[in-house]
């Protein structure tokens, strides 16, 4: 069971918005930064989002991160088909002293 | 150009040791803290280790006492030496720059008789 809690599945339509919710508690998400995670079936992971909403170079600005309280959102505008992927938020644990992820996402493009 | 190659997996009995090597090329592996990252088959993604720029280490409680991440500077390289391995230590291995920044390819541990 992981720390972080996500979706096991989201879904929508070419064009449509998606938002995938990570929550957790006080010792991780409510005090630290969130990171946001792409990952393509048998690929590395892919940073998509750091510090809650920062997107690094060359990631599209239709995706977004926010956090409030306890609980982050990645969103997604625009579905395209190559969104189609597993998504994972981590941070880091105050209580574990260490790293954790969220037990991500499959994002399906209908 | 930055880029992480992992390797040193392969199949090992329970109880054996493995040292995995992550060659990074493009950035110093010594300015940054690099991450050790885990993926068991059809599972999600599960941290494992963190060295940061200081020397000061971080373990996942699943690994704590068993596996050891270090770096050599001098080749640009970070480890993971993994003892005492187990059934559930079975996974594809990932090295990462700090957060994931860069990642390596991944490198496939089976651990099993």
């Known amino acids: 069971q992981s720390v972080l809690t996500q979706p096991p599945s989201a879904s929508g339509a070419p064009g449509q918005r998606v938002t995938i919710s990570c929550s957790g508690s006080s010792s991780d998400i409510r005090n630290n930064y969130i990171y946001w995670y792409q990952q393509l079936p048998g690929t590395a992971p892919k940073l998509l989002i750091y510090n809650n909403n920062q997107r690094p170079s060359g990631v599209p600005d239709r995706f977004s991160g926010s956090k409030s309280g306890t609980s982050a959102s990645l969103a997604i505008i625009g579905l395209r088909s190559e969104d189609e992927a597993d998504y994972y938020c981590?941070?880091?644990?105050?209580?574990?002293?260490?790293?954790?992820f969220g037990g991500g996402t499959k994002l399906t493009v209908l | 150009e930055v880029q992480l190659v992992g390797s040193g997996g392969g199949l090992i009995q329970p109880g054996g040791s493995l040292r995995l090597s992550c060659a990074a090329s493009g950035f110093t592996v010594s300015s940054t803290a690099m991450s050790w990252v885990r993926q068991a088959a059809g599972k999600g993604l599960e941290w494992v280790a963190v060295?940061?720029?200081?020397?000061?280490?971080s373990y996942a409680d699943s690994v704590r006492g068993r596996f050891t991440v270090s770096r050599d500077n001098s080749r640009n390289t970070l480890f993971l030496q993994m003892n005492s391995l187990r059934a559930e230590d079975t996974a594809v291995y990932y090295c990462a720059r700090d957060w994931g920044e860069d990642w390596g390819q991944g490198t496939l541990v089976t651990v099993s008789s």
């Open positions: 981590a941070a880091w644990a105050d209580s574990l002293n260490g790293r954790v």
């Open positions: 060295i940061y720029n200081g020397d000061e280490t």
